[in-house]
């Protein structure tokens, strides 16, 4: 090689490593890019958790099925009403004992609306994340079900499920998601009343215990669409973040929790979920 071959192809390999490093700041800029789509900063910190977690809870709010439709409930400004009432007046179990027909009109409305609606991305990427990692668990507030046609398995359900029945006196359960609701307990011909947890009622027995030992165990705990007002529930996070798990919420809004939480992303669970799981 002559002295000019050489000096061009220095000058070559010169162009060629400022080519591949233009390329990798590219990569970088796109990524960086990508995680900072509409606000939301997804931290290093959080993928890096994310990449070495064993034990992940997360818990879900009705702002994750906010995107498939569902409304939530105190949205906008606490306005969710039916026929005049406000939410906690119609789901409240001094409705339960006083208008019990009313309250299934309520919630045979909610689950003919909600028969047609579809999970979101953040339903399908938590579903996804069950596979990922050795020990996970999903915690629901919510009742609508979309969870488990994501394709999620053992949901805790803290609040119950609206395609399901439950006999005012023997207690037995009945499932409504493939049949018509019956008009009795078909075991004690006693009246029966949707399985959801209205306040002031207890919940699921054992449902909040093995939930509230998941978060004492975990090391990465989600906090997805709720606005941590309601309690058990809201004590979750709580939990995880005192026994040292690394605590993420995702919400378009600041919520109670916000403070205790290592990470906020600020934004809408169908567009940021999906990107904490795509590394
Ligand atoms: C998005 C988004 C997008 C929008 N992406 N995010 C300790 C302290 C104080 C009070 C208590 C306490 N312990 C117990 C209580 C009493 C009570 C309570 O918590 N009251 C507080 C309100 C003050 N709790 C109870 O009564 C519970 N029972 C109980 O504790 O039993 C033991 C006991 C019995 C008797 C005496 C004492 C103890 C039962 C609670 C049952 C809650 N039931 C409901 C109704 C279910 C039936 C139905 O569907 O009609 O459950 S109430 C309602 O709120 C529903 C929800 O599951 C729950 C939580 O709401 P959630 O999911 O957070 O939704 P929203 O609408 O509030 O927020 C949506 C969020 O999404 C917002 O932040 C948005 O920004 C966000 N968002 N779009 C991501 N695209």
Same mark, same amino acid.
Request: charged share 25%; proline share 5%; hydrophobic share 40%.
């Given at each position: 090689?002559?002295? !000019?071959?050489?000096?061009?192809?220095?000058?070559?390999?010169?162009?060629?490593?400022?080519?591949?490093?233009?390329?990798?700041?590219?990569?970088?800029?796109?990524?960086?890019?990508?995680?900072?789509?509409?606000?939301?900063?997804?931290?290093?910190?959080?993928?890096?958790?994310?990449?070495?977690?064993?034990?992940?809870?997360?818990?879900? =709010?009705?702002?994750?099925?906010?995107?498939?439709?569902?409304?939530?409930?105190? =949205?906008?400004? @606490?306005?969710?009403?039916?026929?005049?009432?406000?939410?906690?007046?119609?789901?409240?179990?001094?409705?339960?004992?006083?208008?019990?027909?009313?309250?299934?009109?309520?919630?045979?409305?909610?689950?003919?609306?909600?028969?047609?609606?579809?999970? @979101?991305?953040? #339903?399908?990427?938590?579903?996804?994340? %069950?596979?990922?990692?050795?020990?996970?668990?999903?915690?629901? %507030? @919510?009742?609508? !079900?979309? #969870? %488990?046609?994501?394709?999620?398995?053992?949901?805790?359900?803290?609040?119950? @499920?609206?395609?399901?029945?439950?006999?005012?006196?023997?207690?037995?359960? #009945?499932?409504? *998601?493939? *049949?018509?609701?019956?008009?009795?307990?078909?075991?004690?011909?006693?009246?029966?009343?949707?399985?959801?947890?209205?306040?002031?009622?207890?919940?699921?027995?054992?449902?909040?215990?093995?939930? *509230?030992?998941?978060?004492?165990?975990?090391?990465?705990?989600?906090?997805?669409?709720?606005?941590?007002?309601?309690?058990?529930?809201?004590?979750?996070? !709580?939990?995880?973040?005192?026994? !040292?798990?690394?605590?993420?919420?995702?919400?378009?809004?600041?919520?109670?929790? *916000?403070?205790?939480?290592?990470?906020?992303?600020?934004?809408?669970? =169908?567009?940021?979920?999906?990107?904490?799981?795509?590394?």
């Amino acid at each position: 090689m002559t002295k !000019g071959e050489s000096i061009f192809y220095c000058h070559e390999k010169a162009q060629k490593a400022r080519m591949i490093l233009l390329r990798f700041l590219c990569l970088f800029v796109a990524k960086d890019l990508s995680a900072t789509i509409a606000g939301m900063q997804i931290s290093e910190e959080l993928r890096r958790r994310f990449a070495e977690a064993e034990r992940v809870l997360v818990l879900t =709010g009705a702002g994750i099925s906010a995107e498939s439709g569902v409304p939530t409930f105190r =949205g906008g400004g @606490n306005t969710a009403v039916w026929k005049g009432m406000r939410f906690d007046v119609i789901s409240s179990a001094e409705m339960v004992e006083r208008d019990l027909p009313a309250v299934w009109e309520w919630f045979d409305y909610r689950r003919n609306f909600m028969d047609s609606i579809l999970p @979101n991305p953040a #339903h399908y990427e938590i579903a996804r994340w %069950q596979e990922r990692f050795p020990d996970f668990t999903l915690v629901t %507030q @919510n009742v609508d !079900g979309l #969870h %488990q046609k994501a394709g999620s398995r053992d949901v805790v359900e803290l609040h119950g @499920n609206v395609w399901r029945a439950r006999c005012t006196v023997c207690g037995l359960g #009945h499932d409504m *998601s493939q *049949s018509a609701r019956p008009d009795a307990c078909p075991s004690c011909g006693h009246e029966l009343r949707p399985d959801v947890v209205l306040f002031g009622e207890m919940l699921p027995r054992g449902a909040f215990e093995f939930a *509230s030992s998941k978060a004492a165990s975990c090391d990465l705990c989600f906090v997805i669409g709720t606005s941590a007002l309601v309690y058990p529930a809201a004590g979750l996070p !709580g939990i995880a973040r005192a026994a !040292g798990a690394y605590v993420c919420e995702v919400n378009p809004e600041r919520t109670p929790l *916000s403070d205790l939480c290592d990470e906020v992303i600020t934004g809408k669970a =169908g567009e940021v979920v999906p990107r904490i799981g795509a590394q």
